[in-house]
T-cell receptor, first 113, second 112 residues
Framework: GENVEQHPSTLSVQEGDSAVIKCTYSDSASNYFPWYKQELGKGPQLIIDIRSNVGEKKDQRIAVTLNKTAKHFSLHITETQPEDSAVYFC????????????FGTGTRLKVLA | DAGITQSPRHKVTETGTPVTLRCHQTENHRYMYWYRQDPGHGLRLIHYSYGVKDTDKGEVSDGYSVSRSKTEDFLLTLESATSSQTSVYFCAITGAPSTEAFFGQGTRLTVV
């Protein structure tokens, strides 16, 4: 079945440094790759997404890259701040048919002040 | 914020009892999902719906059933709760033209 692997499970960085989280997916039909941030006690919220016809997308300090051939996509956070500390999830979805979203296992990011 | 409400937010129940969790949306979105979140496992799909009375199983559907009799409500039922179903349950919705999935605030279920 469809599977999304996410690494690392935990990541600690110094404030101001960059953080990178990587995911791989198995379903070739996947064409939409969102990233979600979950703060304590809340539901996940979308922070950035990318579609399969694009290789990279940036939004201020965050960026996502996609390698369709290798079925890899990554989240890059630059100039990290304490408020970036949270759990991050990647997901893969095929935006046709059932729109099923499969999530990775999450990365707990700690930004040390 | 997307109009999505989960109820109850917290529940403690005994092993063997039936439990129903409700997800209510005001966005008229076609797709609705139930996930469970457990440490080390991330968000795992239980069941999803792609329309009224159209549902399908996710990766961890055993022990769970769902129903969707109208667009706005998606019910998750544990027919006979077990301790392994202690978890945080999230409902999500999405629908054209957006592909973004919006999540509810979650339901913390404890089975004792």
């Amino acid at each position: 079945g469809e599977n999304v692997e996410q690494h690392p499970s935990t990541l600690s960085v110094q404030e101001g440094d960059s953080a990178v989280i990587k995911c791989t997916y198995s379903d070739s039909a996947s064409n939409y790759f969102p990233w979600y941030k979950q703060e304590l006690g809340k539901g996940p919220q979308l922070i950035i997404d990318i579609r399969s016809n694009v290789g990279e997308k940036k939004d201020q300090r965050i960026a996502v890259t996609l390698n369709k051939t290798a079925k890899h996509f990554s989240l890059h956070i630059t100039e990290t701040q304490p408020e970036d500390s949270a759990v991050y999830f990647c997901a893969a979805s095929a935006t046709s048919g059932t729109y099923k979203y499969i999530f990775g296992t999450g990365t707990r990011l700690k930004v040390l002040a | 914020d997307a109009g999505i409400t989960q109820s109850p937010r917290h529940k403690v129940t005994e092993t063997g009892t039936p439990v129903t969790l409700r997800c209510h949306q005001t966005e008229n979105h076609r797709y609705m999902y139930w996930y469970r979140q457990d440490p080390g496992h991330g968000l795992r799909l239980i069941h999803y719906s792609y329309g009224v009375k159209d549902t399908d199983k996710g990766e961890v559907s055993d022990g769970y059933s769902v129903s969707r009799s109208k667009t706005e409500d998606f019910l998750l039922t544990l027919e006979s709760a077990t301790s392994s179903q202690t978890s945080v349950y999230f409902c999500a919705i999405t629908g054209a033209p957006s592909t973004e999935a919006f999540f509810g605030q979650g339901t913390r279920l404890t089975v004792v």
